[in-house]
């Protein structure tokens, strides 16, 4: 959990309660890690598709191109286990340049959350593939507030899980 933080983790634009959240993230290479301290979590999916007029209209159009984003604000305590996990990922695959200063960012990881919405019995299951990590941004904060980190991620991959099955856009 967040320590003394009260706040619900905010998912996807959801804010289920702590018993009905789990995250998991999974560098390639290391052991899975489960990353307690969320804020927050957002993920999306577009399709840009082409299109061919005729007249000022559309007469046909292309199954077009997908693009995934993602980015997750962790509290620092779960900001310190995820950049351990990635820089034993880099290690274990020799990412490191000259004067041993290791390179995260090249690590590929996967993100599985689950989570309940407010007064549903579902579960909602998605999985962002293939990530990387693009920007780290701390946020120190003082007093009783708690001091974050705040990921942005190229994901490769979005799919949600829908009855079992692995649903995407494209």
Wanted: hydrophobic share 40%; glycine share 10%.
């Amino acid at each position: 959990m967040a320590g003394a933080n009260n706040e619900y983790p905010l998912l996807d634009g959801f804010a289920p309660s702590w018993a009905d959240f789990s995250l998991k993230i999974q560098p390639v290479g290391v052991s899975l890690l489960t990353a307690r301290d969320v804020k927050s979590l957002t993920s999306g999916s577009t399709v840009e598709i082409g299109v061919q007029k005729a007249g000022g209209r559309v007469r046909q159009t292309t199954v077009g191109e997908v693009s995934h984003e993602g980015s997750f604000v962790l509290y620092l305590s779960g900001a310190r286990k995820f950049e351990r996990a990635l820089k034993d990922a880099a290690l274990a695959q020799g990412f490191v340049r000259d004067g041993g200063v290791v390179q995260v960012s090249l690590v590929f990881f996967q993100v599985d959350y689950l989570f309940t919405p407010p007064g549903s019995v579902e579960i909602i299951e998605r999985r962002l593939k293939g990530c990387r990590l693009l920007s780290d941004n701390e946020a120190p904060a003082e007093g009783t507030d708690a001091t974050t980190v705040d990921y942005k991620i190229h994901v490769t991959e979005r799919v949600k899980v829908v009855d079992g099955v692995e649903i995407a856009l494209l």
